[in-house]
């Protein structure tokens, strides 16, 4: 992998690196911790898996985190699963979120925009007087510290204001976006069984009105937890019968009162994608999200005041918890409530010009989209304030990186990342002083010792191999809800390697230190022993002009046999003739490798995806081998189900 490109696509100009916050906190660290003043990135990223302790220590004291108690020690039991951090130690996430509020408070904090891409700022002082207002409610309606609240809402600034009057109150924050059917809510919901209920009676999306209030009744009847209920109209309606007016929460003039929660506090619950069964429910950390979040954005992606943040992203998403925590450095958050392509599918470049946005996160998937239909973002649109561009959802092809490259800026800093939503957070991704290789992640993150292994343990460089992670992060999940004994949160991650964080994704570390991502490893291509990941066919397969979307499955036969179907949805006009199929053939042959060209093409009327817009693979796999749909996927937990019924006719045919 690492000869294939060996000149970057970018690299900082040496003044850049120089006053990345990356390379102040090394000279620091260096003076004060013993971290290697020489050897740049390499040198630091070793020095902070192989003095984990001591690297944890000076993130909190350079980012100047406030423990009400001071902790006893920065590890108090290093194994896995089970680590502890900061044992001792007591803080708030709030708090943290709305420090800048007191030197800035006339700055915005927010900055939303909905579909009519008009930014409505919210500054910091109006930000930390709603959390105060919110806080001092939800205690007066009996939350405490522990309670779960949940919102049924979309990215606009009540939902932050809600996740950080609940984090202040020590409750445990919960959301799914209003795009979810009721089903899939109550899946998640039901699980942590919430005190509050936060809620829209609708929302705007492709330029049309969504109701969502027979929904909420729904969740009303079906969450009998809920002690109340809160309506925000953004349509405009009344607040239905015992709902409380969100307006009426928020109007005092309070300040926030900050509950001091020891470290391991759970501050959020996310779910995985719950393909198969019902999501997972995992519960992460006051202080390890607070932390881990302070490392990768104040570091790795070099925010802080001045800058503005924009990730296009949902409630119902790890990304927007992620983005929220944009306050933690300081920087103005950007809210995009919308259709990432509405009006046109330049949306987004245009959220980016209007908000000034400095840091651009999109998905993989949606830069691909804009280079099929042909976008020039900074031929139409000022982009000139915008530094970076990262991408997640999905590896970013090589395609991907030099469409950046050409149509955005020359000097435009690529950032695909990885990591999870078990995690909140990268495992590899953003550098702001290493280059930028074609299709490839800068280096694994600070204080992860992130390798490729083979399956006896043994790393690999410059090979394929399994995603793990070989020392604790202190934002890996406290547990999952309702796994009292941990087993589900043990075999999630740890049953193949014990003690190591398995990931459940093919990764090759070049010898430079840079990562590539080739798709899922449960649902890896394996042809005569040769292992290929699905995103690299994808990223073959759908450079061609006729491919809108494509599915690749690799099904093991009870004969012993394998077979490869290579599933394709076509562009409006595209024809799945023999040309087209010699096309893909050939693209396959001479791109990947010859093993690796499908036994079939087959003609779908479209790809599932969960509902966070991510190709759903294993559950069509087991379709495939029979298994019945009711055991093989969570309805609720997909885009579009119909569409796997297609999938399940054509098992019962090969039958």
């Known amino acids: ?147 779960r609240i949940s919102g049924y809402l979309p990215n606009v600034p009540q939902a932050v204001v809600a996740l950080l009057a609940t984090a202040a109150v020590g409750g445990v924050w919960t959301s799914c976006a209003p795009d979810f059917g009721a089903r899939s809510v109550l899946d998640r919901f039901q699980q942590v069984e919430p005190v509050v209920l936060f809620a829209v009676d609708g929302y705007r999306y492709g330029g049309k009105e969504h109701d969502r209030r027979e929904t909420v009744a729904e969740l009303r009847r079906e969450l009998p937890t809920v002690r109340a ?42 779910y995985s994608s719950g393909t198969t069964g019902l999501p997972k429910a995992i519960v992460q950390s006051q202080g390890g999200i607070l932390v881990e979040h302070l490392k990768q954005l104040g570091l790795h992606c070099d925010l802080g005041p001045g800058d503005r943040f924009f990730w296009y992203t949902s409630t119902g998403w790890m990304m927007w918890n992620f983005l929220v925590s944009g306050l933690l450095t300081g920087t103005t958050v950007v809210l995009y409530d919308g259709s990432p392509g509405f009006p046109d599918t330049g949306a987004q470049w245009r959220i980016a010009e209007r908000t000034g946005a400095t840091f651009f996160g999109t998905s ?143 990764i090759t570390i070049t010898s430079r230190g840079s990562v590539v991502i080739h798709g899922r490893s449960d649902s890896t291509l394996n042809r005569q022993g040769v292992r290929m990941g699905s995103a690299d066919i994808y990223e073959a397969v759908e450079r061609l002009p006729e491919i809108k979307e494509s599915l690749v499955i690799g099904v093991e036969l009870p004969d012993g046999g394998y077979w490869m179907p290579l599933f394709v949805h076509l562009t409006p006009g595209a024809a799945l003739d023999e040309a087209l199929m010699d096309k893909v053939r050939r693209t396959i042959r001479e791109q990947l490798s010859p093993r690796h060209v499908p036994d079939e093409i087959i003609e779908v009327p479209g790809i599932p995806h969960t509902l966070t817009g991510k190709r759903i693979e294993v559950p069509v796999k087991r379709l495939l081998q029979g298994v019945p749909i009711e055991k093989a996927v969570n309805p609720g937990s997909i885009d579009d189900i119909a569409l796997l019924a297609f999938y399940e006719e054509l098992a019962r045919k090969r039958a």
């Open 1 to 147: 992998m690492s000869t294939q490109n060996p000149a970057p696509l970018w690299q900082p100009t040496p003044q850049r690196a120089a006053e990345a916050r990356i390379t102040r906190f090394q000279a620091w660290a260096a003076e004060h911790h013993g971290a290697p003043a020489d050897g740049g990135y390499p040198a630091l990223h070793r020095w902070s898996v192989e003095e984990l302790e001591t690297f944890w220590k000076a993130v909190t004291e350079w980012f100047d985190v406030r423990f009400s108690t001071p902790y006893t020690r920065v590890l108090g039991d290093r194994s896995m699963p089970g680590a502890t951090w900061f044992p001792g130690a007591t803080l708030n996430y709030a708090e943290h979120a709305l420090r800048a509020a007191a030197e800035r408070p006339d700055e915005p904090a927010l900055l939303h925009v909905d579909e009519s891409q008009e930014p409505r700022p919210v500054t910091w002082a109006e930000l930390q007087r709603q959390v105060g207002s919110l806080a001092a409610e939800l205690r007066a309606l009996g939350v405490r510290p522990g309670d």
């Open 364 to 506: 993989a998937a949606y830069v691909m989209a804009c280079r099929k239909a042909g976008v020039h973002p900074s031929r139409d649109h000022d982009l000139s304030r915008v530094g970076c561009v990262a991408t997640t959802g999905s590896p970013l092809p090589p395609d991907g990186f030099r469409w950046l490259h050409d149509e955005v800026r020359e000097d435009l800093w690529i950032a695909s990342v990885s990591g999870g939503t078990d995690v909140c957070s990268c495992f590899a991704g953003a550098v702001p002083t290493l280059p930028v290789h074609i299709g490839e992640l800068q280096a694994a993150g600070l204080g992860t010792d992130l390798q490729s292994w083979d399956p006896s343990g043994d790393p690999l460089v410059d090979e394929v191999g399994e995603l793990v992670v070989t020392n604790p992060m202190p934002s890996m999940p406290v547990h999952f809800w309702n796994d009292p004994d941990g087993s589900r949160y043990h075999d999630s991650y740890f049953s193949t390697y014990p003690g190591v964080w398995r990931h459940g994704d093919w």
């Open 229 to 270: 209920v809160v309506h925000i109209p953004l349509l405009g309606t009344d607040a239905p019968e015992g709902a409380l007016e969100w307006s009426a929460l928020t109007s005092a003039d309070t300040a926030p009162v900050f509950e001091q929660v020891p470290f391991d506090h759970p501050l959020w619950v996310l």
